[in-house]
């Protein structure tokens, strides 16, 4: 079971911190990802983690603004959200999926089989 938490209302400008928590999986075997729907929009990718967590990966939108990363010994993978923007409103989404130890991270949709069930960001202007 993978529980995402941490969203909420904030203001442009103004930062969050999603948590996602797993459970049932042996969580350092995992690679993970955060993505978000935002209305009338596709599911897209925001980052994603490696299973050693060296290797990250974001959309260019949210560079330089969102961080990544994992708590192995708490199950927990982060999306650190900096500098937010109306434009970063959505519901996201932590996913997970076995991978090799050297695989990189993906924000490919189909990579990942194991989905939570989202935690609402609202960023007003």
């Known amino acids: 079971q993978l529980q995402a938490s941490g969203g909420g209302l904030v203001q ?18 995992l690679r993970l990802g955060w993505f ?10 925001v980052a994603a983690i490696g299973r050693n967590g060296a290797s990250t990966t ?10 990544i990363s994992r708590d192995n010994a708490l199950n927990t993978v982060y999306l650190q959200m900096n500098s937010l923007k109306p434009e970063d409103t959505g519901v996201y989404y932590c ?12 924000m490919t949709y189909g990579a990942y089989n194991w989905w939570g069930q989202g935690t609402l960001v609202t960023v007003s202007s």
């Open 12 to 29: 442009a400008g103004g930062s969050l911190r999603l948590s996602c928590a797993a459970s049932g999986r042996t969580f350092s075997t």
């Open 36 to 45: 978000r729907q935002s209305p009338g929009k596709s599911r897209e990718s």
């Open 58 to 67: 974001y959309r260019d939108s949210v560079k330089g603004r969102f961080t």
């Open 95 to 106: 996913a997970a999926d076995p991978a090799d130890f050297r695989s990189p991270a993906t």
